[in-house]
């Protein structure tokens, strides 16, 4: 457990935390969120003592480790399979437990044909990985992961999930993608005007607490302020008056005991609409038997047939390294084909958000030059506007390009493409370096346009929200599925995850071996072997269930209460009633205490349950 108490910390004139408190006990696995450059890789920083801290304190007990997923690349074995296995503690029998890491490996995309060569021949995206990978085997008390599924295709964020909801010790975690941090984590925290509050359970409660509590700290502070005015007047016209010192005194205190009306800063989000061009017609464009390779490389695109059309929602998904980002290149004319033909419409207006269109921004300019620059009508006003809205307000507009974070830069790029009408959106991983806020701005703009948008991303809350047709790289082929993100998981899914499920989840422990089930076999002792294996796994597996459904019950049931006591807790905070308002507090309070636990036991019984079924496979 590790304790995070009144803890301070300046940047210059930037205050990031003030009397900021929380804890992490055992078994916990935490969400860290907040704004871009509220704080939280700053927080790290202060519990591994890379940073000072300007006041408070936090407690770390004796001996107690952590895991951290550096930048920093340095490797010393000669191999990619050594390197994962240089953190490994030799076991109680004397011996490594090098399984763990191969399993580690495969499930963050790493073949068997990589585990004998130098890491150095490892792209950058890799090279994490295998930097991540001996985080995860090194088995330390905490792991603390910032944004670890920058460099992990889906596939991978979907093992780490699973991997990081087994893990017995504690985690902090920082990451943009909300989906991927609610699957994991049992608690977040919000880093939320300079404090930070805990709450057990998603983002989505997280934001909701927030909510209430000032809505409630509002009314309330309003309230006060009534009642200092009339204070404040009672006191002016009795104080000359002897006979009314008592009375007035009284009056003193009582403001003295008032809270001060604070008015809270203002937290700005991105909040813009795309710049949509007009399109007359259906079809948009047309792909005819493309294929694609660089030279002396492996086939990318094979013999890719699709029609797009106006209004289309297109993700594009798979591993990395497999073409996607080519696939874009290819559409905005960046690449050829060496085979087959791309056919746009002459009317096509075509705007590309990539990597490469990032790095092609010119650095001696500053942000409001640059968005400049993509303003047809020259008119320095609506850059300047356009600036405000990507959050470059005043004299951050004034920026160098060259002093600017990537998560800056972004925003710069996206500024530009506002500038510019287009009907055909090409996105290539438009999220990274967005916070939460920011990255529900862009799936509601996305929401509102009217024209077609294609995206490369491994974001699945953007694909559940924002695709109705996607094209899949995925198992050595590319094709265009006619259906959403879910439908394609019920439908298709994914090649590595229904080859080699159970192979590729971590083992649990010597005291928790994964048992196979029997294949069925036209002989009765393996019918019969069948049959009680499934018996056997029901006993286990049915009573988790039904324990989860009954929780899921009691959950719904309370939450329901909760609704009428915050209608009734605001109506009491606008007629100023104390009582009142302590009481239906309260009641709220035993409530929210109810619910608190209930997700306690169905984290806990959710647990065992993917335990169980690791242990008892049905394939």
Partial sequence: MIQVQNICKDFGSQTLFKDASFLVSPGERVGLVGRNGCGKSTLFKIILKEDDLDGGVINIPKNYTFGH????????????????????????????????????????????????????????????????AKVLA????????????????????????????????????????????????????????????????????????????????????????????????????????????????????????????????????????????PFPGKRMMQLKNLSFCFPDGPILIND???????????????????????????????????????????????NYFGQ????????????????QAAVKDNARGKARSLAGLMMFSGDAALKKIKVLSGGERSRVLLGK????????????????????????????????YQGTAI??????????????????????????FDGTYQDFLDRVGWVDEKSDSVSKLPPQSKSEPTTI??????????????????????????PLEKKLSSLEEEIKRYEAQTGPLEEDLVKASEQGNGVLIAKVAKDLDDIKVKIDGCYASWDKTNAELEIAKNQYPLE
């Fill in 138 to 277: 090194s088995e330390p008390n905490m792991l603390l992961l910032d944004e670890p599924t920058n460099y992990l295709d889906i596939v991978s964020t979907r093992w780490l999930a699973k991997f990081l909801r087994s893990w017995k010790g504690e985690l902090l975690l920082i990451t943009h993608d909300r989906k991927f941090m609610d699957s994991v984590c049992t608690h977040t925290v919000g880093i939320h005007r300079k404090k930070m509050r805990k709450v057990q359970g998603s983002v989505a409660k997280l934001k909701e607490t927030i909510a209430t509590e000032e809505d409630v700290t509002l009314r309330t502070q309003e309230n006060d302020a009534k009642k200092r005015e009339q204070l404040e007047k009672f006191i002016t016209r009795f104080r000359a008056q002897a006979s009314k010192a008592s009375a007035v005194q009284s009056k003193v205190k009582a403001v003295e005991k008032l809270s001060t009306v604070e008015r809270f800063e203002h937290e700005r989000s991105l909040d813009f609409m795309f710049n949509e061009a």
């Fill in 356 to 371: 490469t269109n990032i790095n092609r921004l010119n650095l001696d300019n500053n942000v409001e030059e640059e968005i």
């Fill in 455 to 480: 995206v490369v991303t491994h974001d699945e809350e953007l694909l559940h929200a924002f695709a109705t047709r996607l094209i899949v790289f995925d198992g050595g082929e590319c094709f265009m």
């Fill in 69 to 132: 997923l550096s930048q920093h690349l340095h490797f010393t074995h000669p191999t990619v399979e050594e390197e994962a296995c240089s953190v490994l503690k030799v076991n109680e029998d004397g011996w490594l437990e090098t399984h763990k890491v191969e399993a580690i490996l495969f499930g963050l995309g790493f073949d068997e044909k990589w585990m004998d060569k130098s890491p150095s021949l490892l792209s950058g995206g890799f090279q994490i990985r295998l930097n991540l």
């Fill in 517 to 542: 089930i029997p294949a069925a076999g036209k002989d009765k002792d393996s019918r019969k072997a069948r049959a009680d294996y499934i018996a056997e796994r029901s006993k286990v597996i049915k």
């Fill in 417 to 448: 493409i506002l500038a510019t009408a287009c009907n055909l959106l090409l996105l290539d991983e438009p999220t990274n370096h967005l916070d939460m806020e920011s990255i529900e701005s862009l799936i509601d703009a996305l929401e509102d």
């Fill in 304 to 350: 890719l047939t699709a029609e797009i059309f106006k209004g289309d929602r297109i993700g594009i998904i798979g591993p990395n390294g497999r073409g996607k980002t080519t696939l874009l290149n290819l559409i905005a004319n960046e690449l050829k084909p060496i085979e087959g033909s791309i056919e746009l419409n002459p009317n096509v207006v075509l």
